[in-house]
């Protein structure tokens, strides 16, 4: 008795302790104390790991109230991830504490029935009473963060599939249009902003306010929504260019959030009162007074400052709009220092993310939120340039920020395989490989032209990566410096590192200062040589220009041996007085991409004869990886002159056969030493479900035809690709003879050396600014390829196979890979003098 008398008291004990805790959390939340908040909580855990021990060994049972104190900590810890941007750890949070809330309902329900509970006047049914519990309330702000959540990741019909529940499930609960339905129409215009239709977006937040002050009793309650809603308001305002309106809303949502301040029993609005300001702030700067607009983004960056002591992805917006004030005041130390912190925030928060979101979701993110990125390259684009800043720090902030944000999307695609692998987790690899199998799937109802499993697909396919991401540590790539780059480079050796800015106009009008985006952007050229600080030079076209009229003198020119200077004084004039030697290290971006600079003529002859060209992906490649890689060919997969009668084309007809081909595979193959085991697979068998068998071969060589139809589909992943035989055999895997992009990113080549795609426009795809091109050749370094070999427009199959003979002859002789490659264009050169010839492929890696 003695016993259990002195583990009830302290029970009761750790009992009040929790709930003076879990009260307290939540305060902390609403005051912006979220360090504290996340503190109490996790204690709140531990403590309660105690109390279910104490419980499982006197077997007493759970009470709703001791439900209670396990949601709580979950629930905060939910709110806290979600505000510092980590919204994958938010949601397991949010999950977590839902699933304890059923389990506490159910208490409730049994607990009522035991003591025979009766109807009241306030509750008719004993589920009316569960729900109009405080429990319930946070219940359906869970299930409202989780939507807006799955907004940021582009899981636009997730999102609406959770709201659209979740208003059915107030409507059936609540016998009145109570706070929490009125709360979802706030959701509902969050949705409409995201998918830009922001007429329904002010619509909801319209309805949202008028509902709120329907009820004159629970104005004072409301004041907190009411304040938000108008928040919510200012932004669809803003984004119909109606900024008078838009500062009116903010100004009464400012007012409103003060007011809660005084009024508010549950703690201070910070978020609330800083977005109001900063809404007001924008409103004021889109009409062009910055005086008023500092002032007012003054309040919202001070406010941040001094109550919220965590990095928030929720100072982006303030930190953007102080950006641009400073830089329309022409304030360079305040909008240096600005732009600075931007990108340092806007680093950590996708750092938050991109361990854990799936691929679609990681695309979806970062490119709603890059234009914090391309807004900070716009301003030291323009102060260098425009305002005539040419110094160092100006430079130098541009390149890094151009630096540490380029490829980010390949990068944290390829590192999941490796990370896998190197984690040695048979658990992990085989979900692994589910993927892929799932992917073949989506391949094979994609083919047949069956939709309708498709997002269902898409949805397990991204579920199982998140469930093995969140089993791994995966770091985002470091913060690498200009001055580490610098001294990656080998001496005699030139970086010619390419950025393509947005490019922004400061203008005064009358005394009155105005700071817009136009529809221009530049392609501009950082040139790196030991020892010496960087060039900054920018082309003279426009992008549309270097994109439009003259790529297509740039192929004319390729194709037809046309020897146009014009191409030259274009894309490689701009920078070339910078250049003082014959190495360069070669990184794209944009039509750069698609252009090889060795074909391009001066006037007196072609790039080649003069430079040796390196093309990497981004220029981080030089310090992963600070001395190339030797040969390692131990082994040699070559398929090629596929059989061809077993299938039409993508399109509807045969493709023609290439006898070319079969000759470059044998002669390949004649060249091998011995020591090198070799898989040659050709006509019948050098088929889809043969390549997707091949695991990890040292160097991985395809003769075929290529294809490249970007006017068929959107997805250049799904219409870019390597025609090869159909298998003959029954298959798990999609076998139309067709290896797309998508499927080639689905192999398995971390440890291949070399991949050379001898075909017509392998190289070929869509690209993006700052994550090259979408299609095979991106699809292979997804694979884990080291070296990429690729045309860039149509070949000759005799000429390609007397290049790639030689080629191999040149590796096999012990010369390292790039150095092979180049010598064999110039043998080839030496016999056609025509860039059609020699000039259509280029060689990616270091």
Not at 2 to 20: E, R, T
Request: glycine content about 4%; proline content about 2%.
């Amino acid at each position: 008795m003695k016993f259990n008398l002195c583990l009830l008291s302290g029970i009761l004990v750790l009992l009040c302790h929790l709930s003076y805790a879990q009260k307290s959390s939540i305060k902390k939340v609403n005051r912006g104390r979220f360090e504290e908040a996340e503190d109490l909580s996790k204690q709140a855990l531990l403590d309660l790991r105690d109390d279910d021990a104490v419980r499982a060994a006197t077997k007493e049972a759970y009470m709703p109230h001791d439900y209670v104190k396990r949601i709580t900590p979950y629930h905060v810890l939910g709110l806290v991830q979600k505000f510092k941007g980590n919204y994958t750890e938010a949601e397991r949070n949010f999950q977590k504490a839902d699933s304890i809330y059923f389990l506490f309902k159910d208490a409730m329900r049994e607990r009522l029935n035991t003591k025979k509970w009766m109807p009241t006047t306030r509750y008719s049914t004993i589920g009316a009473a569960i729900m109009n519990s405080k429990q319930a309330n946070r219940h359906f702000v869970r299930r409202a963060e989780i939507a807006r959540m799955y907004l940021k990741f582009g899981e636009l019909e997730a999102s609406r599939k959770v709201l659209d529940e979740m208003m059915i499930e107030l409507r059936a609960t609540y016998e009145k249009n109570t706070s929490l339905t009125k709360s979802a129409y706030a959701v509902y215009g969050e949705y409409f902003q995201t998918t830009l239709d922001f007429d329904s977006s002010r619509y909801y937040f319209d309805k949202y306010i008028i509902e709120l002050y329907s009820d004159p009793s629970n104005v004072d309650t409301s004041i907190k929504r009411i304040g938000d809603a108008h928040n919510g308001l200012a932004e669809a305002y803003i984004n119909l260019q109606e900024y008078d309106s838009a500062l009116m809303a903010a100004k009464k949502g400012y007012k409103l959030e003060k007011h809660r301040f005084v009024r508010a029993t549950d703690g201070k609005n910070y978020l609330g009162k800083i977005a109001s300001a900063n809404l007001v702030a924008e409103s004021y700067r889109l009409k062009n007074d910055y005086d008023k607009a500092l002032t007012w983004n003054d309040k919202a960056f001070n406010l941040f400052n001094k109550h919220i002591k965590v990095v928030s992805p929720e100072k982006l917006p303030v930190l953007a709009v102080r950006g641009q004030i400073f830089w329309a005041l022409s304030d360079t130390v305040n909008a240096h220092k600005t732009f600075q912190e931007l990108m340092d925030v806007f680093s950590q928060y996708t750092q938050h993310n991109f361990s854990y979101l799936s691929e679609p979701e990681r695309a979806y993110f970062y490119r709603t939120n890059k234009h914090f990125v391309e807004l900070a390259k716009g301003y030291y684009h323009h102060l260098y340039f425009q305002q005539g800043v040419k110094q160092n720090y100006v430079v130098e902030a541009l390149y890094e920020i151009q630096l540490n944000n380029k490829g980010v999307l390949l990068n944290s695609s390829s590192k999941l395989l490796n990370e896998i692998y190197a984690k040695g987790d048979t658990n992990l690899i085989q979900a692994y490989q589910q993927i892929r199998a799932l992917r073949e799937k989506k391949m094979q109802h994609l083919q047949k032209g069956e939709h309708s499993e498709l997002l269902s697909l898409d949805q397990e396919i991204t579920a199982k990566e998140k469930q093995i991401r969140s089993k791994l540590s995966i770091e985002s790539d470091k913060y690498v410096s200009a001055t580490e780059i610098m001294t990656a480079i080998p001496e005699k050796t030139h970086l010619v590192d390419i950025a393509k800015v947005k490019v922004f106009a400061l203008q005064t009008d009358n005394n009155q200062t105005s700071l817009t985006e136009t529809k221009e952007s530049k392609y501009v050229f950082f040139v790196f040589e030991p020892g010496k600080p960087i060039e900054l030079v920018q082309s003279n076209l426009t992008d549309q220009q270097l994109e439009g009229r003259y790529y297509q003198a740039y192929l004319n020119f390729a194709r037809n041996n046309l020897q146009n200077d014009q191409v030259y004084h274009a894309y490689f004039d701009p920078f070339e007085n910078k250049l003082h030697h014959k190495k360069i290290i070669f990184s794209g971006d944009g039509i750069y991409n698609l252009i090889n600079p060795e074909i391009l003529f001066n006037g007196k002859e072609y790039l080649i004869g003069q430079y040796q060209f390196f093309s990497v992906v981004s220029a981080k490649d030089l310090v992963k990886h600070t001395s190339p890689r030797e040969n390692a060919i131990t082994d040699v997969t070559l398929v090629g002159f596929p059989d061809y009668d077993t299938h039409l084309s993508l399109y509807g007809e045969k493709p023609l056969d290439l006898p070319g081909t079969q000759t470059e595979i044998q002669g390949i193959e004649k060249q091998l030493p011995n020591s090198v085991d070799r898989h040659i697979y050709l006509q019948g068998a050098a088929s889809e479900s043969i390549v997707k068998q091949i695991a990890s071969s040292s160097v991985l060589h395809f003769a075929t035809h290529g294809f490249f139809h970007t006017e068929k589909l959107k997805d250049p992943m799904h219409t870019t690709g390597l025609v090869l035989a159909v298998g003959q055999a029954q298959t798990t895997v999609n076998d139309d003879g067709f290896l797309t992009a998508y499927e080639a990113s689905n192999l398995d080549l971390k440890q291949t050396y070399l991949v050379v795609l001898s075909a017509c426009e392998t190289g070929q795809g869509a690209f993006e600014e700052g994550e090259g091109v979408w299609g095979l050749q991106r699809a292979f370094q997804v694979a884990g390829v080291r070296y990429l070999v690729m045309s860039l427009f149509k070949v000759d199959d005799e000429v390609t196979s007397l290049l790639m003979q030689q080629f191999y002859a040149n590796m096999i002789a012990g010369k390292p890979v790039i150095e092979a490659f180049h010598e064999a264009q110039l043998i080839v050169k030496s016999k056609y003098e025509s860039p059609v010839q020699w000039g259509a492929f280029v060689i990616k890696g270091i």
